[in-house]
């Protein structure tokens, strides 16, 4: 049983057309109808920015800074790199 519609594993079958798309499609194919199911909001939300976008680089977010070290851009309540914990520039650390 089962090899009548041998599916490679994840794949999906369009609800619109009935094109049968592959897993790692979130949308058809044939008429780029999203994938019924798919909780990834990929879509319209702009709310949520992917983590290392490009345009980050220049909408730097009020007292956000730049470490010195490793050149990631920390927030601006951040006082320690979040990425190699090199205190903030000018920040007085607290003891
Ligand atoms: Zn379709
Ligand atoms: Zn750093």
Redesign the pocket.
Known sequence: FGDKFKKPEGAWECDTCMVQNKAEDTKCVACTSAKPGASAGASSSTSSAPVLGLAEKFKKPEGAWE?D??L?QNKASDVQ?V??Q?GKPGAKVEP
Do not use: E, I, N
């Open positions: 470490c070290v490793c990631v790199c990425a190699c090199a």
